[in-house]
């Protein structure tokens, strides 16, 4: 079974990706807009959630 946190991670990695690629705004380095900043920042939560929970489960 995949991984639910993981599975949100990349799907918000995508959504932010997809942004953009078409926000005219926005870049892989710069966050323009506001829903740019906003998919970013569920992105990198996600990630440092899913990141967290590797390195808790590598020290057990």
């Given at each position: 079974?995949?991984?639910?946190?993981?599975h949100?991670?990349?799907?918000?990695?995508?959504?932010?990706?997809?942004?953009?690629?078409?926000?005219?705004?926005?870049?892989?380095?710069?966050?323009?807009?506001?829903?740019?900043?906003?998919?970013?920042?569920?992105?990198a939560?996600?990630?440092?959630?899913?990141?967290?929970?590797?390195?808790?489960?590598?020290?057990?």
């Amino acid at each position: 079974m995949p991984d639910d946190l993981s599975h949100r991670y990349q799907t918000a990695h995508r959504a932010w990706q997809l942004h953009t690629e078409s926000c005219h705004d926005c870049t892989l380095a710069t966050l323009g807009c506001p829903a740019g900043k906003r998919l970013f920042e569920s992105f990198a939560r996600l990630q440092d959630a899913y990141l967290t929970r590797l390195n808790q489960r590598r020290k057990r």
